[in-house]
Each structure stands twice: as structure tokens, then as C-alpha cells.
């Protein structure tokens, strides 16, 4: 099979020692009386299962320290090799957060960065 350029193998979520941070729109208002519109996300062709699980490893690491109860991901479309070294996955995001009995639910479309090796580099 030959290689076209976009395809990895997904390995580690995060580098050695790495920290990503969370894209702002997925970070949790901290006010348990807002609210968010909810939709449910449908994944769209495109991003490799093993992907999508370590962008979702990524982002419950990055999730964490905001409180996230769990976390859903799902393709968004297909990768683009942003160059030789990185491609850039689409994924839908959707975040759930208990505050104060009740769940804040943050969703947002975002890019998940990979290097050769498969391992997340960024999340924006």
C-alpha cells in the first residue's frame, strides 16, 4: 500500500512530559448557572478511529484540571499534513462539567496536531 502522505499510526496522546492546554471554548465558564446549547455530534468520515482516541486521551488530560466528568470526540472530516512532520485532524469536541449538581456541557469543533510518530502536539 502506498503511502499518501496523511497516514500514522496514533501512539502516545501527549509527548513526553508535554502539557496541552485547552482550547478556550471547550474550558469550562466556571458559573454553574450558564448554560450552552447542546447538540448531539456526528462524526463525519475521515479521521482514524486511533486518532480520534488519542486526541480524546489528549483532551481528558487537558480537561482535567477544569473538573471534566467525560469527554466525547469524534472525526470532523479528514486530515491535512500540515508538513512533513505534522497533520492536523479535525475532531468535534464535547465536554461535560459537574458544577454544583448541575453539568455544563462546552462543544466546539477543533484541530488535533499530530507529529510522524502519532503523538498530540496541539489542540486548537
Do not use: H, W
Not at 483532551?59 to 479528514?78: K, Y
Not at 477543533?110 to 510522524?116: G, S
Request: proline content about 8%; charged content about 15%; overall charge negative.
Amino acid at each position: 500500500m502506498e503511502d499518501d502522505g496523511t497516514s500514522i499510526t496514533a501512539g502516545a496522546a501527549v509527548g513526553a512530559g508535554q502539557s496541552l492546554g485547552l482550547p478556550p471554548a471547550l474550558q469550562s465558564a466556571g458559573d454553574s448557572s450558564s448554560s450552552s446549547a447542546v447538540s448531539p455530534i456526528r462524526a463525519l468520515p475521515g479521521v482514524p478511529d486511533e486518532v480520534v482516541r488519542a486526541c480524546r486521551d489528549a483532551i481528558e488530560m487537558a480537561a482535567a484540571p477544569f473538573g471534566a466528568a467525560s469527554v466525547r470526540v469524534s472525526s470532523a472530516g479528514f486530515p491535512r499534513q500540515v508538513n512533513p512532520d505534522v497533520i492536523s485532524a479535525p475532531i468535534k469536541v464535547s465536554i461535560d462539567y459537574v458544577r454544583q449538581g448541575n453539568v455544563e456541557t462546552r462543544q466546539a469543533p477543533i484541530k488535533c496536531e499530530l507529529n510522524a510518530n502519532g503523538s498530540v502536539i496541539g489542540l486548537t
